[in-house]
């Protein structure tokens, strides 16, 4: 089977790719190998760029039931500061979102495969072997690589980037309506020893709940997701309130770890040319920032921009880490701010003192709009 350009990975880069590339009459072929609709970990923050991507796109998340977010709060034990976001957020499942940019990538004429995974790629003379589990080898000429943080053998990403031990967790719960009227039109971040929750609304009346945690503090509270969230409920009577009476949606919580987080491809002349990396494969946001999403759709919009233009994809890569470069590393370091107890305390007091300080913070590690505009 020959196929020119092909799409690995159906997340919102590469199903974001496949919708432009097919809507310009590009041929396209997407694998992804969930076969079937999936929840995905992710706090579910759509921010104001990522809604602007989609509508671009033709998704309007307001139909999908998205509910909207226009305040954060900031809380650290007793602790806690709120303000009026600079735009208005959204909150989403992944399983919503992801299943809607599949079908339209599907209706705009891409061939979307699913339930087939891709198992390596070995750059060829002048293109790439793609080697799958299924279909046998495919020869491409471009390669769009959206596998978000999966390697794939072959094109893995640079190694040597410090994942920090950190472990995701995503639950969604049906809290009770006084908490759920509490929370609504908000995204609580809620700072603790070793790491971070953030939880709010998403559709169908569900909240979600998604933390960081260093691994070896989840080892010392025995490795058990149950377990682990009591001892986080007496740690922080915020979240213990918000949980009262809550029920788990999920069966059992999803789960990431290792994900390398203040990443960001250097390109260089040793990338296959025809080689694009899309989303987090190209850069590794903290998810506390929420803008993970608007990455991934921005660098499969500037993908998509330069392949149909016939440029290099080295063109890309340069383009696409002068845009999220310094929004990534401003991230991480506030994420080392927050690391020890006296930075946790200092940054929800700084906010509660100036909210203004909350708002440059959600504005200063989304992608520049004069990047997005452009
Ligand atoms: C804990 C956590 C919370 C986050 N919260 C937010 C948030 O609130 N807001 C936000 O904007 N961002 C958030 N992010 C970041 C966001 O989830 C990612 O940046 C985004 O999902 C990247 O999109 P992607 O398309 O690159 O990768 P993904 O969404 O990971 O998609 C990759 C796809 O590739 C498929 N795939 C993988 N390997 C193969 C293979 N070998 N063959 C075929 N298919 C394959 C997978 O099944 C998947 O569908 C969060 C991240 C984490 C870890």
Known sequence: MTGRTIIVGGGPAGAAAACLLARAGRP????????????KICGEFVSVEARAGLAALGIDIARLGASPVDAVRLIHGRDAARSRLPFRG???SRRAMDEALLRKAAQLGATVMRGTA???VTPTGGGLAIETAGLGRIDADTLFLA???????GVRRAPGHE??????FKMHFALCPAQRTALEGHVEIVLYEDGYAGLQMVEAGAANLCLLVRRDRFARAGGRWEDFLAGLRRECPHLDRRLEGAVALLEKPLSIARSPYGFVHRPGAADPPGLFRLGDQVGVIQPFAGDGMAIALHSARLAAETHLAGRPAL???RRVRRDIGGRIRLASLLYAAGRTGRGRAVLVRASR?????LRLTAAGTRLPRSAWEA
């Open 353 to 357: 003192l100036w909210p203004c300080a």
């Open 163 to 168: 994942p920090d031990g950190l472990i995701g």
């Open 90 to 92: 959204f909150g989403l």
């Open 147 to 153: 596998t978000g943080k999966h390697e794939l053998r």
């Open 118 to 120: 891709v198992r390596g």
């Open 28 to 39: 396209v072929l997407l694998i992804e190998r969930d076969a079937g609709p999936q929840h």
């Open 315 to 317: 063109e890309f890569h």
